[in-house]
């Protein structure tokens, strides 16, 4: 490997192996964001999905993960009466 990062990409093989780092720093941030955002496979009713797609607006905190969180945590809520954040919000 002749290129490293900081270096300008010139060459042909300063590219591929600018390529091979880039790919590489990818999956080495991916397995960290996997390892500390759990992917969840969830598939809503029609009912809930409605309540979903009503709250998502194209602002922050209107993607549909936001709005799942928000309401999980309303309903967690309103269910033991309180709730402590973690999260510092």
């Not at 002749?2 to 720093?25: F, I, N």
């Not at 500390?36 to 602002?59: F, K, N, S, W």
Request: with cysteine; proline share 4%.
């Amino acid at each position: 490997m002749t290129w490293e990062p900081g270096l300008p990409v010139l060459t042909a093989s300063d590219h591929a192996d600018w390529q091979a780092w880039r790919k590489a720093r990818k999956l080495k941030s991916q397995r960290q964001r996997r390892a500390m955002y759990p992917r969840i496979d969830y598939y809503p009713c029609a009912e809930v999905l409605a309540l979903i797609r009503e709250r998502t607006h194209g602002r922050v905190g209107g993607d549909h993960s936001s709005v799942i969180d928000a309401l999980v945590l309303a309903a967690f809520r309103n269910k033991v009466g309180r709730f402590s954040r973690t999260d510092g919000g």
